[in-house]
């Protein structure tokens, strides 16, 4: 398991776990839940996964191109995730004459970039998963 592989490892987990804790804390937080969030403050380990040789990291071209499609899958996923909930949300509220909530836009925000994460983070490791020969 090379370096990236291990960052995109962390992304997965670290989002998914961010989610599960939301979810889980809900029923009896109500908002408050959103704070489990903030668990997404450990993607900013990532860059302590890799391996430096001097002062340059260890990539090659094959890493460039999954981290490049890896992150078009992830935030490409999360923005049409985006336009799609803000449509269904402005269309329900309209429906229902009332004001949009911002802790509902707030609770979207926050799931959309755990979204990403989790996309991109999956993305690396089924491309990684999927090549007969691994570094």
């Known amino acids: ?10 992304e997965l987990i670290v989002s998914v776990l961010a989610t599960v ?5 809900y029923p ?3 908002g408050g839940a959103v704070g489990g969030f903030g668990l997404l403050g450990f993607l900013g380990i990532t860059p ?4 430096k040789k001097g002062d340059r990291v260890v990539r090659d071209e094959r890493d460039v191109q999954i981290e490049r499609q890896a992150s078009w899958w992830g935030f490409g ?3 049409m995730l985006m336009v799609f909930s803000l449509a269904v949300v402005t269309m329900w509220h ?17 799931i959309q970039f755990a979204f990403c994460y989790a996309i991109k983070g999956a993305s690396s490791v089924l491309q990684y998963r999927g090549m007969n020969r691994a570094a």
Request: hydrophobic share 60%.
């Open 1 to 10: 398991m090379n370096a990236l592989e291990k960052v995109a490892w962390t």
């Open 21 to 25: 804790v939301v979810l889980a804390l």
């Open 28 to 30: 009896w937080l109500g």
């Open 48 to 51: 302590l996964l890799m391996r």
């Open 77 to 79: 996923s999360a923005w």
């Open 94 to 110: 309209s429906y229902q004459s009332r004001d949009v909530s911002p802790a509902l836009l707030n609770i979207m925000i926050w």
